[in-house]
């Protein structure tokens, strides 16, 4: 996007150790950079939401819970930086907005970024924990299924081994007693139908 926004691309802002601009005192990273990733993630889902803390290498909820809680501990010293703040949060959401609807343009993904964002998903994933009698978590169950469903012998075989199953039975095994337990709740049934749209550009291919 070209004119007054263009300061808001947000690879200016990839890396936190070196601002061209100056922090305020006891702020973890510029203004302007906090700014575009509130206007980002605000109305962001999970998946879009944990895309762009990855990409400002914001490590997990906890870590974006600690930057937000030292801008408030700024903002209520330091008035003057929360006006400063808000003018930029209007900048970024301007951008934002005039990008695709509500939301900031997403870049397609091409085969790199695919495999990044199914690690990504992976990760995400690995320390859910199983629910209301599933043998797993229904988001961790949609990433498999997105990761291997219409592949090759050996993709599918590479993904069971991050999954932890052995083989092609272990696979069968989980997904019959995976449908029993969508057939009991209709919250994990939910839940399931939830991630496989959230999670849906990792499919490969």
Known sequence: MKGETDWLDPAM????????????????????????IVARTELATVVETTMVHHEYQIADEAHRAAIDAA???????EPQQRATFQQ????????RDRGSGDRAPQPALDATAGVS????????TATLEPEHGAPMHPTRYAV????????????????????GLASETARAELDER???????????????QRALEEWRDIKPG
Do not use: I, K, N
């Not at 964002?117 to 995400?124: C, M, P, W």
């Not at 498999?144 to 999954?163: I, P």
């Not at 995976?178 to 839940?191: H, N, W, Y």
């Open 88 to 95: 930029h949060l209007e900048r970024c959401r301007q951008w």
């Open 71 to 77: 801008f408030e501990a700024v903002f209520r010293s």
């Open 117 to 124: 964002l199914g690690e990504l998903a992976l990760a995400t």
């Open 178 to 192: 995976f449908g029993e337990a969508l057939r009991r709740s209709g919250d994990q049934r939910a839940a399931y």
């Open 13 to 36: 802002f990839a890396h936190l150790g070196t601002p061209s601009y100056p922090l305020p005192p006891r702020a973890p990273m510029p203004l302007e950079q906090y700014a575009a």
């Open 144 to 163: 498999l299924v997105l990761l291997t469903e219409g592949q090759t012998h050996a993709a599918r075989t590479e993904v069971h081994r991050r999954f």
